[in-house]
């Protein structure tokens, strides 16, 4: 049972290229999340989805977008990197509600320069 | 505006030593209050708060809410260096879940 799955799990990128993280889960969870995480901030909240085809912003939305086009994967996508988007982004997912534990993924540890 | 404030940063303990770990909160339409313990990767789920006054517990670990005063604790009794760990708090806002900066616990032999 893989739980949630993020790919890639390291990625260094140059300012303004792009590229798209995967998170995907196999415990036909309905809602998906991604956050950030920064030294001494905790965990923030950037998108969610609570469901197939569904998106909302959370708290920190701007330079990103996602999409939910399969029940299992939530894509986060970031169109021009910039240095101030270096963080580690975590997936997380919750089954009927999201008021409910989440599972997290391992991480994606991503370095702009 | 919406914040999760944890206490303290960090703390070190000897095994065996009890901690107390805090956790307050200023959130509207709060619904529960959620405690994870993240090693070098994932957050793992620890306890999910409701309700003021019922303690949760899971062997050494144990966290109880008091929805009056807006703060939450966890406990850890006889700790170990498997224990050492960033204690996450967050507190859940119809969709929002809303983390503290976590509370970093080294545990020394």
């Known amino acids: 049972n893989a739980g949630v799955t993020q790919t890639p799990k390291f990625r260094v990128l140059k300012t303004g290229q792009s590229m798209t993280l995967l998170c995907a889960q196999d415990?036909?969870?309905?809602?998906m999340y991604w956050y950030r995480q920064d030294p001494g901030m905790g965990l923030r909240l950037i998108h969610y989805s609570v469901g197939e085809g569904t998106t909302a912003k959370g708290e920190v939305p701007d330079g990103y977008n996602v999409s939910r086009l399969k029940k299992q994967n939530f894509l986060l996508g970031l169109e021009s990197a910039a240095p101030s988007q270096t963080s580690v982004y975590f997936c997380?997912?919750?089954?009927?509600?999201?008021?409910?534990?989440?599972?997290f993924g391992d991480g994606t540890r991503l370095s702009i320069l | 505006e919406d914040k999760v404030v944890q206490s303290p940063l960090s703390l070190v303990v000897h095994e065996g030593d009890t901690v107390t770990l805090n956790c307050s909160y200023e959130?509207?339409?709060?619904?529960?209050l959620l405690w994870y313990k993240q090693e070098k990767k994932a957050p793992t789920f620890l306890f999910m708060l409701?309700?003021?006054?019922i303690e949760k517990k899971s062997g050494r670990l144990s966290s109880i809410l008091d929805k009056k005063e807006l703060f939450s604790i966890l406990n850890i009794t006889a700790t170990q260096t498997g224990d050492s760990a960033v204690y996450l708090c967050?507190?859940?806002?119809?969709?929002?879940?809303?983390f503290g900066a976590g509370t970093r616990l080294t545990v020394k032999p």
């Open positions: 959130v509207t339409n709060f619904r529960s």
């Open positions: 967050a507190v859940y806002n119809n969709n929002d879940m809303r």
């Open positions: 409701t309700s003021s006054g």
């Open positions: 415990m036909n969870h309905e809602y």
């Open positions: 997380a997912s919750s089954y009927l509600d999201g008021n409910q534990p989440q599972h």
